[in-house]
């Protein structure tokens, strides 16, 4: 770009970033100048991309696949990289629907990353506050991952343009977090060694505030593990005395568990459905299989918990006369997030602020707040402070596998505003907003303070350092990483094909086609915002 392009850049965007962060004696004031007048460059971009942004967005949204199903939105963004000079390795770590994006040579090396799954029967039409699925039973994006890449791509597009400009070495990595939902995947790439060069991850994830934290979050470590009885079928009505029901094993291992329950620590979450309970009554079922999530604060915890969860399956094989085998098909440390970064990450943000909502935003939040009978208060208008380490008492919730990166390499994960607060999380509810401006808003939102946090770690070295300096002399000084995954065990990379193909045709026809419509709100012929009209 031409400096005349540039200053018509700096005038436009002026506005959007008011202060940045103080810098470092080291930093002189002509280098403090550049980097004030380089960060307001790829704002004042990110802001001339949000075309792109919401076509990114609305097309990950109708795509809505499942994790390891991620076919089409991996092929559609992986097309879309190549486009912009990447280089893609697709299929990486045994995951067909995984890639890494890399551009630029040299040290620092950025990687971003963000989730592309979505959630079983969380087909929902954007803008309508109540449940109203696209396809009934199909899958939809009640977690909001159709947002992330975006923000990502953005970022990256605006500051590859300044890198080339300026002649700024570094590396720009992108890569998706493909099953997250299974947290099946992230582990695996790390395995491979995907982050071995890798100096800072941002990890974006929708939220609905603009922020980042440091230390330990309040998300648990978990592994995943399927327990598949097996015993001898017979009918069940003339021979039951002949079978051996692996159902029953099944059954009597739940019945286990949840009596153990009232004796684990709280901060534990254990959960399990039956993918596998038999085929019909009078067989005695001779396979039968639970999958459950077995969630604790910490490696030792995890694996304890896993322990008994072995244990209570040899009893209730040895009541049934079963015998079982245990699979795992997903595992997660718990995230811990970089100081060093964090603190560069939220100055950026309170440069950013949250985006303008209009009266419409704030109807559509307030209509779905009130169907869902929270507090009706809309959207997020005020940034929160920036967060530091949890204590243990007030840990226990989901997981990410984002954990398991984050004890490899500095790691941030950065929330943006494309939610509406107090959902209930993977729900219909969760996929409202997200085809929405609300959406779009916050990913450009996001995508803004990314590529200014992307520009000071191309131009202050001494944040890498400091985040080096945390990883190994705070967060890694007494815990080592060892994987939750043994070396033997492959990506589960079966799972949601069956359920993904019962539903892809029919929600073919409402892929996003940003050729013929300006939204896919448009496309939808969705009034922005439906909310239920009073009840008479
Ligand atoms: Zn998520």
């Known amino acids: 770009m031409k400096t005349g392009a540039a200053s018509v850049l700096l005038s436009i965007c002026v506005h959007a970033v008011a202060t940045y962060p103080p810098l470092r004696a080291q930093t002189s004031p002509g280098d403090q100048q550049r980097l004030e007048a380089l960060k307001t460059v790829v704002a004042g971009d990110v802001d001339s991309r949000q075309k792109l942004t919401q076509v990114i967005v609305d097309t990950l949204f109708s795509y809505g696949e499942l994790g390891f199903q991620e076919i089409e939105t991996s092929r559609y963004l992986v097309a879309l990289l190549r486009k912009e000079g990447f280089t893609v390795k697709e299929g990486i770590a045994g995951v067909p629907t995984a890639w890494m994006a890399s551009w630029g040579s040299g040290k620092p090396v950025i990687a971003l990353g963000s989730d592309i799954d979505c959630i079983p029967q969380a087909s929902q039409k954007p803008g309508v506050a109540y449940h109203d699925p696209i396809v009934e039973g199909a899958p939809g994006h009640g977690e909001g991952h159709n947002s992330g890449q975006a923000v990502n791509i953005v970022a990256a ?12 070495p570094g ?14 995947t992230k582990a695996y790439f790390v395995r491979e060694g995907y982050f071995k060069d890798v100096d800072a991850v941002l990890f974006a994830h929708v939220n609905h505030t603009l922020n980042v934290s440091w230390g330990a979050t309040r998300q648990t470590g978990m592994v995943s593990v399927e327990y598949t009885f097996s015993g001898q079928s017979a009918h069940s009505g003339a021979s039951p005395w002949r079978g051996k029901s692996a159902l029953d094993a099944v059954e009597l291992m739940d019945v286990g568990w949840n009596f153990r329950r009232e004796h684990l620590r709280l901060q534990q979450r254990s959960h399990y459905v039956i993918p596998n309970g038999g085929d019909q009554p ?15 604060l910490d490696y030792p915890h995890v694996n304890e918990l896993w322990a008994i969860g072995r244990d209570i399956a040899k009893g209730a094989a040895l009541m049934t006369g079963t015998t079982f085998t245990e699979r795992v098909l997903g ?89 509406i607060p107090d959902l209930p999380g993977h ?8 085809a929405t401006p609300i959406a779009h808003k916050g990913a450009t939102a996001g ?48 799972l949601n094909a069956r359920k993904m193909a019962e539903y892809r045709e029919p929600m073919k026809r409402y892929y996003y086609d940003a050729t013929k419509y300006p939204t896919y709100l448009d496309q939808l012929g969705i009034k922005y915002p439906t909310i239920r009209s009073a009840q008479p």
């Open 157 to 168: 597009l605006a500051v590859k343009r300044i890198m080339e400009r300026e002649k700024i």
């Open 171 to 184: 590396t720009l990595r992108l890569w998706p977090g493909v099953a997250e939902e299974l947290l099946a």
């Open 282 to 296: 009078n067989v005695v079922p001779s396979v039968a299989s639970v999958w459950y999530y077995f969630r604790e």
């Open 331 to 419: 595992s997660a440390w718990a995230p811990h997030f970089n100081k060093a970064l964090a603190e560069a990450a939220d100055a950026n943000i309170r440069a950013v602020g949250l985006p303008q909502w209009s009266d419409a935003d704030q109807a559509l939040a307030r209509g779905l707040q009130k169907e869902l009978q929270v507090p009706e208060r809309g959207l997020a208008t005020a940034l929160e402070p920036l967060r530091g380490p949890v204590t243990d008492a007030e840990r226990g919730f989901g997981s990410d596998d984002i954990g398991d990166v984050s004890w490899n390499v500095p790691t941030i994960a950065l929330g943006y505003p494309s939610n």
């Open 427 to 434: 729900n219909w509810a969760n996929a409202v907003s997200m």
């Open 447 to 494: 995508s803004k303070a990314l590529a200014m946090t992307m520009v000071d770690l191309l131009l202050r070295p001494e944040i890498i350092r400091d985040a080096w300096t945390y990883f190994r002399e705070v967060q890694t000084k007494d815990v080592k990483y060892q994987p939750l995954v043994a070396p033997t065990d492959t990506p589960a990379t079966f």
